[in-house]
């Protein structure tokens, strides 16, 4: 396959494996839907790798009611992709090209009292990723971790001792506030637990 995938933000796309199964989409999009959603060019929107967190993947469309405009974007975690390796993450690939035909079609080729099924995980759907040559699973099962763990302080209810942890957010606003809150099982107030570093 010629040429190499658009920059995401500055950093090359050092994916070769990944940048051939969006290449191999994009052609049977075009030759069997006439679509020209060729993202690997920038053209149908912004291709990235800089999705964080618990998703693999995200198709997502900003509309412009008044000009009629979309900005369209493919999104991929790249640092999923690391751990778990180009060739499993394929599926990904096609799972949001799939988003990206089943939004084309309703919003802009469907027609009033069309009886398809354009759900986001509907037989549609469903029937382009087997078009692609991929299962038709919902959701992804890579090894994935949080973008961000926060510390957690350790809290006790003073009257029915019932423990709870609360987030940065929530400790400090009670250290300010001390009724801000209070145990929902009795309306207990709560004392901060001193025992280990996450409060227990």
């Not at 995938?5 to 075009?30: K, N």
């Not at 991929?76 to 751990?83: A, H, K, L, S, Y």
């Not at 009886?115 to 078009?131: C, E, I, N, Q």
Request: charged fraction near 30%.
């Amino acid at each position: 396959m010629n040429g190499r995938l658009p920059q995401s933000r500055g950093a090359p796309v050092p994916y070769p494996l990944l940048q051939e199964e969006i290449l191999r989409v994009e052609g049977i999009i075009r030759e069997r839907s006439g679509l020209d959603l060729t993202f690997s060019d920038g053209r149908a929107g912004s291709l990235r790798f800089d999705l964080r967190g618990l998703r693999a993947g995200l198709f997502s469309v900003r509309l412009h009611p008044g000009d009629r405009r979309q900005e369209m974007s493919l999104r991929f975690n790249g640092e999923i992709i690391e751990r778990v390796g180009e060739e499993v993450f394929l599926p990904t690939i096609a799972h949001e090209y799939a988003h990206a035909v089943v939004f084309q079609l309703k919003y802009n080729g469907g027609k009033r009292g069309d009886r398809a099924d354009y759900s986001p995980h509907g037989t549609f759907w469903r029937s382009l990723m087997k078009l692609f040559g991929h299962p038709p699973d919902r959701c992804h099962d890579y090894p994935v971790s949080r973008a961000r763990t926060g510390k957690v302080f350790g809290y006790r209810c003073t009257d029915c001792l019932r423990e709870f942890r609360l987030g940065v957010i929530r400790h400090e606003r009670l250290l300010r506030d001390p009724g801000y809150l209070v145990c929902g099982k009795c309306r207990g107030g709560l004392e901060r637990l001193q025992d280990g570093p996450d409060g227990r």
